[in-house]
């Protein structure tokens, strides 16, 4: 009697543990934008957000707040840091080095979107 109560309890707990870990690993999470991703933002306003801090950059015409993400970026924080506050296509097409991100990184730009890029528009 006592073994069946063991195996039942045992299982019981993997199947609730299995349970959590799935529901987390398939819930995104929920991140809040800085500003509505329908904005303009003006380079003068992408120039205001240069530090690691507080890391706006401009990609084939939408604005991104990649402060967030920094700490998790695989390069080294100077490889991408000179970026922060300003238009980054090129550097986010060729990573410098003439290689282009992964579909990965693609695929993770839209939850930092936080507006357009509307260089010459109006403050």
């Not at 195996?7 to 819930?27: D, Q």
């Not at 929920?30 to 690691?52: C, N």
């Not at 730009?109 to 507006?115: A, D, E, F, T, V």
Request: some cysteine; hydrophobic content about 40%; glycine content about 8%.
């Amino acid at each position: 009697m006592m073994r069946k109560l063991y195996f039942a309890s045992t299982a019981t707990f993997w199947i609730v543990v299995l349970g959590f870990w799935a529901g987390s690993a398939l819930t995104p999470g929920v991140q809040q934008p800085a500003v509505a991703a329908d904005r303009d933002i003006t380079a003068a306003e992408l120039a205001r957000h240069a530090t690691p801090a507080d890391c706006w950059m401009a990609i084939r015409g939408a604005v991104y707040d990649l402060s967030p993400y920094l700490p998790d970026h695989p390069s080294r924080p100077s490889i991408i840091e000179p970026w922060c506050g300003k238009e980054a296509t090129e550097a986010y097409a060729t990573k410098t080095k003439g290689r282009a991100h992964s579909g990965e990184a693609d695929a993770m730009l839209p939850k930092y979107r936080i507006g357009r890029f509307a260089p010459g528009g109006a403050q």
